[in-house]
């Protein structure tokens, strides 16, 4: 193992190759995917056209993954780790260059542990959403998970890239609880509690002794996660699927206090999602159903719109959860706050309730229209990418902004003037939080479509500048944006990233695992010039 | 800066002196501690007799302490960095060898900010939780803050060592929002959105971009934080102030049950306190006021004295927080479900509302009883330090244990048996969690009598060895079994500990920054045989 070993590997042929030879090896030549072969992995929305497929590993265990990874330190190959690949809108299964192997670990599948007693997951990176909402539906535990819009990615995945959800426990992140992973030496850790042998305490306790290490595999490629506890709550006795619609646009400061407050005081108990019009007809159909012209649909089209689909100009959606007398209360609460706040708001809001006292079964409610407050698993959303193409495709601009309406307002007033600049159709989801809000918007455009790609890097990038200018940052962001959006964190020349790097460099000094991700790069390859295109750097 | 200037240094000559003769300049001489002076620093409840007070520096603001890691580098002087110095039971200001000189923040007091509005503050590491509740009443806020025992230790030290509170916010940990810390080589680094210029984010959202840094700084000593925002709750319209006693010592299971499931389910809504009959009498007087014997109080006096009190044989408190209509509904739940797991408990609530709607003050609850479940800072605790002697002192033994009844009960007897062999009272103040709960006991000793420390240590020894027989650790530590409990954490050859040593020596290559804490060891001082008994090798 030498950190000279890359520059030493014969420059006629791709070094991947080598790699590639030696993993079938360990994996079995059916669990090597070659580079440009169908199966080949790539962003399912590039926002470049002509990017080519690139090839992969898919480990079935740990020891498979601590061989892989001692075999890229000694063949200087990269890999770019994913759970699932499902990280749609960020650049899915993407590396940052195409001169790494994908470490793919959707083969390890396996729920290690569900504890429905005290509420606890213990599952490997390729156990999706779906699967580990079959497993507690299966064995009838009173159990509810937390899901993002789609159902089909990765659980762990989800979390380490500090996604979230519509449940209490909507923000996964904060629910993680004890990792293991397998280190760039190949070496195996467990973070927290579970770092002593025969406990349990893992998935139970978020802290163990000495600095906490889970937070540093978050957004991170300071390792491969190869299994992780996460919490669950319990199913409640009732759940509330509230709604909230007001009829101007000038009414969204007042909203966003309201419901923050709300969130504040734990009276609305999840992050409260809050749409304009655009998101609520992405899921009744394609842009051309509604708008014939060039440009961002008019504000007068849209109100026209509203009236028809019978909603707000901002609608709103809550959760109420547990015992039903409980929840009722918190209903009663939030109309009247609501209403104090913007008198001719309505809340409306369906309550289902278990059966004699006992806890709420999820199928009554995944039968509902809308299933993500509930932690039912879905990809009813995936149908809004075809908004402005059949073959459509989108990136999100998700910024965190203090969640103070004024503020709010002012940014949205921002956005809305450069959508309309760039001809698209601003799709706002705001999840609600606290004391923040994700502000989330969505460029829908058709793939391929080099035109309207330009238009979309453009705007994307007018996006993030906006949000800079004002002291906002993405939380998560698309390979391509990865280093603008990290030189933005310009604290003391950005300190931050220095510190990344420096935990970069001491724990993977080799430079082995996913160069680039979040703009943290190792040594080898820091020079700007030479990561902007590294990849004839790295190939050879 | 070399890491060989604490060998070149004179040996004839303390090494600290040239450090604290040079810090002067930097501090002014007032606020440099000489060995062995009046107001040198030691642990007030020391575990072994006869040890000396040591030296100190006090630095004024970040610039003086970014000087001061500095020159530490430079003379090759290790620093035992603390807020305040009132880690009680844990050490106080001890450090790990005294070879070191203290880095003192207790002068860096300054509240940075309080936002009433989203409800966060950003404050230094000398201001305490007195300071904290005095600002937020001094100005009118609509806030309550979480306290823990006592009030006069620092907030931020506080929540970096994971120490909690009994308010909804509690564990004080998930609610630290962005640091800024001095780095051992006097860089300075912001973590989180708070690592960019121009914005607010900081304390605000958990999290910035890439790896997640703040829990790095936790028990840690990986750099010094010098300032850190941390969230509070909005006032709430009504407080609960709720007792549960239970008449049997096997009621325990069934109690710890009840409590936690109402936790995970939201209903109770902060981290309950049960606590036994000894823990009631050390708030009622000295040991020698109930019994004069020797060992233990025996069973039948602690039943005695239970009925005299008119408590249960366990006493639970949890609080309610909130609309007054929900208090209400929540205490009724509460009645329902004790009663149905416990028929003969008895639940009594005191219910504080805000006069016309408005939030509560928090004098009229100060004036009760009890205070730190409403986040009212106290002293009263301190009282109990007399129980075994006038010149009293404590150590606390805390595991965490999964929070599973019958597990609970069981450690439970093995504890009870192991202070009955080494003829100590059983203190007990348990912290339910949703998922895990905090098995506070502590040993009373009397101060300087080496009999009874020398047994305190033995029983001390056992506990641990009994906690981690059953595969659990306290969440926290006193300086003196610091290795022996990250000995414990031995899952792949200590490979957390391994870990935590290789970011230490990437982070602070000179061991400049509290060597020892939480048994992470910078390089030279890690063989075992050095570490033990450091004072000689490194004052020369």
Redesign the interface.
Same mark, same amino acid.
């Given at each position: 193992m030498s950190s000279v070993a890359a520059s030493e590997a014969p420059v006629t042929t791709d070094p991947r190759e080598v790699f590639l030879q030696r993993a079938a090896a360990v994996v079995g030549p059916e669990n090597v995917v070659r580079p440009h072969a169908e199966e080949g992995y790539i962003d399912p929305y590039p926002l470049q056209a002509g990017r080519a497929k690139w090839p992969g590993v898919r480990p079935a265990n740990t020891s498979e993954v601590q061989e892989l990874v001692r075999l890229a330190a000694e063949t200087g190959t990269p890999l770019w780790t994913f759970s699932c690949g499902k990280n749609l809108g960020y650049g899915g299964p993407e590396p940052r260059d195409h001169g790494m192997v994908a470490l793919d670990l959707s083969r390890m599948n396996r729920i290690l542990k569900v504890d429905a !007693?005290?509420?606890?997951a213990v599952v490997e990176p390729g156990v999706t959403f779906f699967d580990l909402f079959d497993h507690i539906r299966e064995h009838g535990l009173d159990l509810w998970m937390s899901v993002p819009a789609l159902g089909w990615g990765s659980v762990l995945g989800n979390m380490l890239d500090?996604g979230y959800g519509m449940t209490?426990m909507g923000d996964h992140?904060?629910n993680l609880c004890g990792l293991e992973v397998v280190?760039p030496d190949g070496?195996?850790? !467990? $973070?927290g509690?579970?770092?002593?042998?025969? $406990?349990?305490?893992g998935p139970?306790?978020?802290?163990?002794?000495?600095? $906490?290490?889970?937070?540093?595999? $978050?957004?991170?490629n300071?390792g491969v996660v190869v299994s992780g506890g996460l919490?669950l709550? &319990?199913a &409640?006795q009732a759940f509330a699927n509230g709604d909230i619609m007001v009829e101007r646009e000038e009414d969204l400061p007042a909203l966003i206090d309201v419901l923050t407050?709300l969130r !504040?005081?734990?009276?609305v108990?999840n992050n409260a999602l809050c749409g304009n019009v655009v998101r609520a007809a992405t899921m009744r159909g394609s842009r051309r159903d509604f708008w014939d012209g060039e440009g961002s649909i008019p504000d007068w089209r849209l109100d026209e719109m509203r009236r028809e689909f019978g909603i707000g100009q901002w609608n709103a959606k809550f959760g109420l959860?547990?015992?039903p007398?409980?929840v009722r209360?918190?209903l009663?609460?939030v109309r009247e706050r609501v209403t104090a706040a913007i008198p001719d708001a309505r809340v409306d809001a369906r309550v289902y309730e278990g059966e004699e006292g006992r806890r709420l079964e999820h199928e009554r409610i995944a039968e509902a229209d809308r299933t993500q407050m509930a932690g039912v698993p879905t990809l009813r959303p995936l149908s809004t990418v075809a908004w402005a193409a059949d073959d459509g495709g989108h990136i999100d601009a998700a910024p965190?902004i203090?969640?103070?309406g004024e503020e709010v307002y002012a940014f949205y007033r921002e956005a809305k003037a450069l959508y309309a600049e760039y001809g698209f159709d601003l799709y706002i989801g705001y999840h609600l939080y &606290?004391?923040?809000m994700v502000h989330v918007t969505m460029i829908f455009f058709e793939r391929g479509n080099e035109e309207m790609l330009a238009r979309a890097r453009e705007l994307y990038s007018r996006l993030l500048d906006a949000a800079?200018a004002r002291?906002?940052? &993405?939380?998560r962001?698309h390979v391509d944006y990865m280093d603008r959006?990290?030189a933005?964190?310009?604290?003391?020349d950005h300190?931050?990233?220095?510190?990344?790097e420096?935990?970069k460099?001491?724990?993977d000094p080799l430079g082995i695992i996913a160069p680039g991700?979040?703009?943290?790069w190792p040594a080898r390859l820091r020079d700007h010039s030479v990561k902007e295109n590294s990849l004839d750097r790295i190939i050879g």
């Amino acid at each position: 193992m030498s950190s000279v070993a890359a520059s030493e590997a014969p420059v006629t042929t791709d070094p991947r190759e080598v790699f590639l030879q030696r993993a079938a090896a360990v994996v079995g030549p059916e669990n090597v995917v070659r580079p440009h072969a169908e199966e080949g992995y790539i962003d399912p929305y590039p926002l470049q056209a002509g990017r080519a497929k690139w090839p992969g590993v898919r480990p079935a265990n740990t020891s498979e993954v601590q061989e892989l990874v001692r075999l890229a330190a000694e063949t200087g190959t990269p890999l770019w780790t994913f759970s699932c690949g499902k990280n749609l809108g960020y650049g899915g299964p993407e590396p940052r260059d195409h001169g790494m192997v994908a470490l793919d670990l959707s083969r390890m599948n396996r729920i290690l542990k569900v504890d429905a !007693r005290l509420g606890y997951a213990v599952v490997e990176p390729g156990v999706t959403f779906f699967d580990l909402f079959d497993h507690i539906r299966e064995h009838g535990l009173d159990l509810w998970m937390s899901v993002p819009a789609l159902g089909w990615g990765s659980v762990l995945g989800n979390m380490l890239d500090r996604g979230y959800g519509m449940t209490p426990m909507g923000d996964h992140v904060k629910n993680l609880c004890g990792l293991e992973v397998v280190l760039p030496d190949g070496d195996l850790l !467990r $973070t927290g509690m579970g770092a002593m042998e025969g $406990t349990d305490l893992g998935p139970i306790f978020q802290g163990g002794f000495g600095p $906490t290490l889970d937070g540093l595999f $978050t957004q991170s490629n300071l390792g491969v996660v190869v299994s992780g506890g996460l919490w669950l709550m &319990p199913a &409640p006795q009732a759940f509330a699927n509230g709604d909230i619609m007001v009829e101007r646009e000038e009414d969204l400061p007042a909203l966003i206090d309201v419901l923050t407050q709300l969130r !504040r005081e734990d009276i609305v108990q999840n992050n409260a999602l809050c749409g304009n019009v655009v998101r609520a007809a992405t899921m009744r159909g394609s842009r051309r159903d509604f708008w014939d012209g060039e440009g961002s649909i008019p504000d007068w089209r849209l109100d026209e719109m509203r009236r028809e689909f019978g909603i707000g100009q901002w609608n709103a959606k809550f959760g109420l959860y547990g015992d039903p007398r409980l929840v009722r209360q918190r209903l009663e609460i939030v109309r009247e706050r609501v209403t104090a706040a913007i008198p001719d708001a309505r809340v409306d809001a369906r309550v289902y309730e278990g059966e004699e006292g006992r806890r709420l079964e999820h199928e009554r409610i995944a039968e509902a229209d809308r299933t993500q407050m509930a932690g039912v698993p879905t990809l009813r959303p995936l149908s809004t990418v075809a908004w402005a193409a059949d073959d459509g495709g989108h990136i999100d601009a998700a910024p965190i902004i203090p969640a103070r309406g004024e503020e709010v307002y002012a940014f949205y007033r921002e956005a809305k003037a450069l959508y309309a600049e760039y001809g698209f159709d601003l799709y706002i989801g705001y999840h609600l939080y &606290p004391r923040h809000m994700v502000h989330v918007t969505m460029i829908f455009f058709e793939r391929g479509n080099e035109e309207m790609l330009a238009r979309a890097r453009e705007l994307y990038s007018r996006l993030l500048d906006a949000a800079r200018a004002r002291g906002y940052a &993405p939380y998560r962001s698309h390979v391509d944006y990865m280093d603008r959006i990290a030189a933005g964190f310009d604290f003391n020349d950005h300190a931050a990233l220095r510190f990344q790097e420096k935990l970069k460099d001491a724990v993977d000094p080799l430079g082995i695992i996913a160069p680039g991700k979040q703009g943290v790069w190792p040594a080898r390859l820091r020079d700007h010039s030479v990561k902007e295109n590294s990849l004839d750097r790295i190939i050879g």
